[in-house]
């Protein structure tokens, strides 16, 4: 397939080429590459060689991205390519994340193809996930359009490193997010990310007050590099202020991987402070992740405390929310978008296209 032609780019002297689709604002020479390995410049103007060209295709339980107030119990088609646009020391898919497009094997689906390989599988939703979603945008979009035509909805699962350029564009088309809020200081980005903590902090105020689009939050605790306590207690209080207390945050465990393998795996007792902590200040849905405890993982019913979802991993034991997002105990909202056709369903995880 012949690279894509990109959006978000302006040509510079020489013809060198500006990308503008993340806050990196790559300069680039001709035949060279942003930092994302995607967007090349070909000839003095910017390409995408991500487009049409997914590194990995699997049929995921929607609570695997995650996503526990979203269509619950339900599987999604989940899709990456090659590249990213930050260079985190702990990435966990760093094999196609930290890779070129021709150092990965892909396959070629148009946007139509890939809405009627979840169509065929019976996904209600597609999840652009496994690498950043944003530094191949253009895909995601022509892929949303088609989606929504047919019914089914679209999930971005992203590190929320975007310009205010491409925003609107981008999420005009998304239905649900989950944002890696990677750590709550300027440090850690800084160093252990590549990248800077603010233009994260905007994107998710941005989702909050300009977007119907249903999002979670997602923080990877990691030892000795953001789990300080008064860290979590910021970062839980920031979102409670600027987001409010009914955005389900995930505190997820890391294990060793990638450049940071001599860190320990997040102890459990860390991530039950986080929670509890979280919790403490008034937020409504905290959950943890990359380990194996039914009670952090369920979902309550903040006016009555039952049991409304139980997970055990990401399987659905138990379902008590009605159709209308209602617990079905005392009737009380309980945030989400919520489906009819929800019930308890053991996870599986099988490739999309044989």
């Given at each position: 397939?012949?690279?894509?032609?990109?959006?978000?780019?302006?040509?510079?002297?020489?013809?060198?080429?500006?990308?503008?689709?993340?806050?990196?604002?790559?300069?680039?020479?001709?035949?060279?590459?942003?930092?994302?390995?995607?967007?090349?410049?070909?000839?003095?103007?910017?390409?995408?060689?991500?487009?049409?060209?997914?590194?990995?295709?699997?049929?995921?339980?929607?609570?695997?991205?995650?996503?526990?107030?979203?269509?619950?119990?339900?599987?999604?088609?989940?899709?990456?390519?090659?590249?990213?646009?930050?260079?985190?020391?702990?990435?966990?898919?760093?094999?196609?994340?930290?890779?070129?497009?021709?150092?990965?094997?892909?396959?070629?689906?148009?946007?139509?193809?890939?809405?009627?390989?979840?169509?065929?599988?019976?996904?209600?939703?597609?999840?652009?996930?496994?690498?950043?979603?944003?530094?191949?945008?253009?895909?995601?979009?022509?892929?949303?359009?088609?989606?929504?035509?047919?019914?089914?909805?679209?999930?971005?699962?992203?590190?929320?490193?975007?310009?205010?350029?491409?925003?609107?564009?981008?999420?005009?088309?998304?239905?649900?997010?989950?944002?890696?809020?990677?750590?709550?200081?300027?440090?850690?980005?800084?160093?252990?990310?590549?990248?800077?903590?603010?233009?994260?902090?905007?994107?998710?105020?941005?989702?909050?007050?300009?977007?119907?689009?249903?999002?979670?939050?997602?923080?990877?605790?990691?030892?000795?590099?953001?789990?300080?306590?008064?860290?979590?207690?910021?970062?839980?209080?920031?979102?409670?202020?600027?987001?409010?207390?009914?955005?389900?945050?995930?505190?997820?465990?890391?294990?060793?991987?990638?450049?940071?393998?001599?860190?320990?795996?997040?102890?459990?007792?860390?991530?039950?402070?986080?929670?509890?902590?979280?919790?403490?200040?008034?937020?409504?849905?905290?959950?943890?992740?990359?380990?194996?405890?039914?009670?952090?993982?369920?979902?309550y019913c903040p006016s009555c405390r039952k049991s409304l979802i139980q997970r055990s991993w990401h399987d659905v034991l138990k379902y008590h929310i009605s159709p209308q997002g209602q617990c079905e105990f005392c009737g009380a909202v309980i945030a989400g978008v919520f489906t009819p056709s929800a019930h308890t369903r053991k996870a599986t995880y099988r490739f999309a296209i044989?």
């Amino acid at each position: 397939m012949p690279a894509t032609e990109a959006r978000w780019w302006s040509p510079l002297e020489n013809k060198r080429v500006v990308c503008n689709l993340c806050p990196r604002y790559c300069k680039i020479g001709e035949d060279q590459a942003g930092f994302c390995f995607i967007r090349k410049n070909e000839g003095g103007r910017l390409v995408t060689l991500g487009y049409g060209q997914p590194a990995a295709i699997q049929i995921d339980p929607i609570e695997k991205k995650p996503l526990n107030h979203f269509l619950p119990g339900t599987e999604i088609f989940s899709m990456g390519t090659a590249g990213c646009n930050m260079g985190c020391f702990f990435c966990q898919n760093w094999d196609i994340s930290k890779a070129k497009s021709d150092q990965v094997h892909s396959v070629s689906l148009s946007p139509e193809e890939v809405v009627q390989n979840a169509i065929q599988n019976g996904c209600p939703s597609i999840a652009f996930t496994y690498n950043e979603p944003t530094i191949w945008a253009e895909y995601v979009i022509d892929i949303s359009k088609v989606a929504h035509q047919h019914g089914i909805k679209t999930v971005m699962v992203t590190n929320g490193y975007i310009t205010d350029e491409a925003f609107s564009e981008v999420y005009q088309w998304i239905d649900a997010a989950n944002v890696d809020l990677k750590a709550f200081t300027e440090d850690f980005y800084s160093h252990i990310t590549l990248t800077h903590l603010e233009p994260v902090l905007k994107t998710l105020k941005r989702l909050k007050n300009e977007t119907s689009v249903w999002f979670e939050v997602t923080n990877l605790i990691i030892p000795s590099h953001n789990d300080a306590e008064e860290e979590t207690r910021q970062l839980a209080q920031w979102i409670l202020d600027n987001l409010g207390d009914s955005v389900p945050l995930h505190f997820t465990a890391f294990h060793p991987d990638f450049k940071l393998r001599d860190k320990p795996r997040t102890p459990h007792t860390t991530l039950h402070r986080a929670r509890q902590m979280a919790m403490d200040l008034g937020l409504k849905y905290v959950y943890e992740g990359n380990v194996l405890c039914s009670e952090s993982q369920t979902t309550y019913c903040p006016s009555c405390r039952k049991s409304l979802i139980q997970r055990s991993w990401h399987d659905v034991l138990k379902y008590h929310i009605s159709p209308q997002g209602q617990c079905e105990f005392c009737g009380a909202v309980i945030a989400g978008v919520f489906t009819p056709s929800a019930h308890t369903r053991k996870a599986t995880y099988r490739f999309a296209i044989q």
